[in-house]
């Protein structure tokens, strides 16, 4: 664990006291929750492959906050870590998933079928429309804590997988490492391509070791279905597309990831999966369904009225701006998405997406003709 102590077995003969963080100036779930007691009980446990409390909480004690959004500040090494560190990790859990109790069980829904409406966002205010979800390969370590030769494995495997699509899905794998200039400038100009991590709540917890070793990217021909491969999960799959058919993407989002995962149980491999926290993946946030559903919308009105952010979360949905979560909005163009992942099932997600979108664009309509949104408020979802 190259940015922590993690692996110092000499810090046992210190205290808890003396080891525990200064969290004083900390604005993250992690924090919120740790408390010297906790850290005294859970300090010297480890999990099966050997990641500890301190590699759980590194990259919260080192990002003490962001501007943007209260970010969770801790990660898993592999899957045992929910179970190992849960007296950390369920509060935690609770906390950022809207008070998500360890006894609660989590539904999965990917029946397209299911969504009501979703093709008549208007383009002229919804410029595209994208949904993603990570996936983990159960029996390898997570990316903060995951060896070159397991990273190499889950990429060979991925790569077997996916270059069995065909149909829409059909396209090609193209590693960080080997990739043309040409390539990588295409994949830039495609908005498709992940860099080195730079943000540092990816760093300090290691999950950017050996960059680009066994990273890489796949998508289709048609640019509207893409997978990375180990970045922040083993798997993150998108589909997205220009305009504002979100049943258009989800339905190709379903398909492509119920294949994948056909394909992976044929040689004997599934995903992280339990009742309780559904997909295991690294970051606590994304536990769940880990789905993102999310459009760049154009709001230059609503955006200014003091209302924006509590309608935004009556709707339970967040905003970014169009670069990614460290952005701020540019040209009143914002990425809207729903800000839970866990408890709701994928279905219901996409849905609290588009009747939400649906309703901002005609509150936006409505301010530019002059007029007021008052009897527009929603109610709280």
């Not at 390969?137 to 991925?158: A, K, Q, V, W, Y």
Request: hydrophobic letters at 35%.
């Amino acid at each position: 664990m190259p940015f922590g102590n993690s692996h110092n077995k000499l810090k046992m003969n210190y205290t808890a006291e003396q080891e525990y963080p200064d969290l004083s100036q900390h604005n993250n779930h992690m924090a919120k929750v740790l408390t010297p007691e906790m850290y005294a009980n859970l300090r010297d446990k480890e999990t099966p492959s050997g990641f500890t409390l301190d590699d759980v909480i590194q990259t919260g004690v080192d990002n003490p906050g962001h501007p943007f959004i209260m970010t969770v500040g801790c990660v898993a090494g592999d899957e045992e870590t929910y179970d190992v560190f849960k007296d950390l990790l369920d509060p935690v859990i609770e906390d950022r998933h809207g008070g998500y109790k360890p006894t609660d069980k989590h539904k999965t829904d990917l029946n397209p079928e299911n969504l009501q409406g979703g093709d008549d966002l208007d383009p002229n205010y919804v410029l595209s429309s994208r949904v993603r979800t990570g996936r983990s390969i159960r029996g390898f370590c997570l990316p903060p804590h995951c060896s070159r030769g397991e990273r190499r494995t889950i990429e060979n495997l991925s790569v077997e997988a996916l270059s069995s699509l065909e149909g829409e899905f059909k396209g090609k794998y193209y590693a960080l490492k080997n990739m043309t200039e040409e390539e990588q400038q295409q994949l830039i100009d495609d908005h498709f391509l992940f860099d080195k991590p730079v943000s540092p709540l990816l760093l300090a917890s290691g999950m950017a070791r050996d960059w680009p070793d066994a990273r890489g990217i796949w998508h289709n021909d048609d640019k509207t279905f893409l997978v990375w491969v180990n970045e922040e999960d083993h798997l993150r799959v998108i589909s997205m597309q220009k305009g504002g058919n979100m049943r258009e993407v989800f339905t190709r989002f379903c398909t492509g990831l119920t294949t994948i995962e056909g394909l992976f149980k044929e040689k004997s491999h599934e995903f992280m999966w339990n009742e309780h926290l559904g997909f295991v993946l690294t970051c606590p946030s994304n536990l769940g369904t880990g789905l993102r559903a999310g459009v760049h919308v154009k709001l230059p009105n609503l955006s200014k009225n003091e209302k924006f952010g509590e309608i935004l979360k009556r709707l339970r949905l967040q905003k970014r701006g169009t670069g990614g979560v460290d952005t701020a909005a540019v040209g009143g163009v914002f990425d809207i998405s729903n800000a839970d992942r866990l408890g709701f099932s994928e279905v219901e997600l996409v849905q609290m997406v588009v009747d939400g979108v649906s309703l901002l664009v005609e509150m936006e309509k409505r301010l530019e003709g002059g007029q007021s949104i008052d009897d527009f408020m929603p109610e709280q979802k």
